[in-house]
């Protein structure tokens, strides 16, 4: 199984809960057994369950590739803890900004990360340091939440349906992809946010229509 749809504490967002490299899924604490079942299955990785904020929202405070994990700034200090324990070698480290909610803001696979083009040179440096990538800063669509309206792997990108050419072009030769535009969970220009993807597979929120989960197995390279 490379792809399904699943209510995650029962959201169709399953993103705002879940950032995944391809070896790794950062997930909320107390999943149900079918919500472990489905991530395990479709995302062939290990399943790390942790809380960021005091809260279930790791896609949203954290963002994972397969070289490190960035923390949001209101991660305690017994959660960083945590993290580091089941983080392996990977770098991990918290971004101190105020633009805290990291996983709308960044968008990263193993090559290169795309940010939030308010992000400051500092910040820019510590998340290419944390994540050891290539890191840039660009919009789409109108959205400077580059992370809650895309989605990017080591395999495949996805863009949200109000991406103009121009910028389609931009980014397809930033990070080496072609590209297809989207929505999920019936019209939600929120792709990054409906979805949790690595190269292994794609959990897209229950509401996803099949248009839109062909449409994002397609650019992600899943073969669905």
Request: glycine share 10%.
């Amino acid at each position: 199984m490379d792809a399904a749809i699943l209510r995650l504490k029962g959201s169709d967002y399953t993103g705002v809960f879940c950032t995944a490299s391809d070896r790794l899924v950062f997930a909320p604490p107390n999943l149900t057994k079918k919500e472990h079942d489905v991530l395990f299955a479709t995302l062939k990785a290990d399943i790390i369950e942790i809380s960021l904020a005091e809260s279930n929202l790791i896609g949203l405070f954290a963002k994972a590739n397969s070289n490190g994990v960035i923390l949001s700034n209101l991660t305690s200090e017994e959660e960083l803890r945590a993290v580091k324990a089941d983080a392996g070698e990977l770098n991990v480290g918290i971004l101190q900004s105020s633009i805290n909610a990291i996983g709308s803001n960044i968008l990263a696979n193993d090559k290169v990360a795309i940010v939030n083009e308010e992000y400051s040179d500092r910040e820019l440096k510590f998340i290419e340091d944390i994540l050891g990538v290539e890191t840039v800063r660009m919009q789409i669509g109108g959205f400077k939440t580059v992370g809650a309206n895309n989605i990017l792997t080591n395999k495949g990108l996805v863009i949200n349906n109000k991406a103009t050419d121009l910028e389609q072009t931009e980014w397809e030769g930033k990070t080496g992809f072609k590209t297809i535009r989207t929505t999920a969970n019936t019209g939600s220009l929120a792709i990054g946010l409906s979805v949790v993807a690595n190269s292994n597979g794609v959990v897209a929120g229950n509401s996803t229509t099949g248009f839109e989960l062909n449409r994002i197995v397609q650019g992600l390279e899943v073969s669905g």
